[in-house]
């Protein structure tokens, strides 16, 4: 059994979490979270010990160590912009990672923190759960098996609406989440990588706070993409659940069907960091610099490379 800590347990992500701790039989020991609106733990682990401040649970944790109650994981959901600290104060305490993506914010924090695994001797583990899925893995299979020669043409196209109060959340503030690109597409940016290789081409066309889009080009992909938060984009068949989606993925004129087998995603990755198969800091090096990318660099013209919804922002 082993014994983890949590951070950020109010959010929205971690009861994915501790469902994974809990069912691959292990222990929460400690969770810590700025807000307290965590009652969910009530029905996970009910006697983890909880803090709001980080001096609190850094204190507590490294005094465990000290008692011999060295934790093996720190399970890490807070805010994007906190992601990289809170994997350093890990890493310098022997403390192997789990963290949600994106797993940073720009790709110099990749190299400080492969100096930190190798200074200290800990691990960065990320959850990159597409790459589990298995659409994704047998259209991977597919691309694979395609003639060398074959590039396929790719729409991406994801919506999931917000309501006013995510741009008066740290959400909505670049320095802190990354924006829309980073926050609601840094997974999708890896599943297409995973798929069809290395980056060659990265365009932005369009770009507000609350809508980006653009054109990648990979090994094997020519790929148009949008994303959106703006309820105003979407179109009349989304689908109602506990906000408005809309999501999209054709591969030439064929659309890729995922749209259930996420449940237990979470569970199989933190199953595969504990056999020692987790996806690691070089794993999440081309998605972060493709969102980098895109939130740096100046928008373009260029209609040939346009996604078919820039007809609705331009």
């Known amino acids: 059994m082993k014994k983890f800590a949590l951070i950020g347990t109010g959010g929205y992500i971690a009861p994915r979490h501790l469902n994974a701790i809990k069912y691959t039989g292990n222990e929460l020991i400690v969770a810590m979270d700025i807000n307290d609106s965590v009652g969910i733990m009530d029905s996970h682990f009910p006697d983890a010990e909880f803090f709001t401040e980080f001096e609190e649970f850094a204190a507590y944790v490294e005094d465990g160590a000290l008692k011999g109650n060295k934790l093996d994981y720190i399970s890490i959901c807070s805010p994007n912009y906190l992601h990289a600290p809170q994997m350093k104060f890990a890493l310098k305490n022997g403390i192997d990672v789990i963290c949600e993506k994106p797993l940073v914010l720009s790709s110099p924090e990749i190299d400080t923190l492969k100096l930190y695994e190798e200074k200290y001797g800990a691990k960065v583990n990320s959850i990159l759960q597409l790459r589990l899925h298995p659409s994704i893995i047998a259209l991977r299979d597919k691309v694979q098996n395609a003639p060398k020669d074959e590039v396929f043409d790719v729409e991406l196209t994801y919506m999931t609406s917000r309501g006013k109060w ?23 940016f890896d599943m297409l990588h995973f798929i069809f290789g290395d980056i060659k081409e990265n365009e932005v066309h369009y770009k507000d706070e609350q ?15 949008f994303l959106s938060i703006d309820a105003n984009n979407l179109p009349d068949n989304a689908v109602q659940g506990e906000k408005k989606t809309y999501r999209s993925i054709m591969i030439g004129d064929e659309e890729l069907e995922f749209s259930g087998g ?48 820039m007809s609705k922002l331009l």
């Open 262 to 309: 996420f449940t237990d995603l979470h569970t199989q990755s933190y199953e595969n960091v504990l056999a020692g198969n987790g996806y690691g800091l070089e794993e999440n090096r081309t998605a972060i610099e493709t969102v980098e990318k895109i939130r740096d660099q100046k928008i373009v013209a260029n209609p040939e490379h346009y996604h078919p919804l």
């Open 211 to 225: 809508t980006v889009s653009g054109y990648l080009e990979y090994e094997r992909a020519r790929v148009k993409w």
């Open 166 to 188: 995510y741009l008066k959340s740290w959400k909505g503030v670049d320095e802190k989440s990354g924006g829309v690109a980073t926050n609601v597409g840094v997974h999708f």
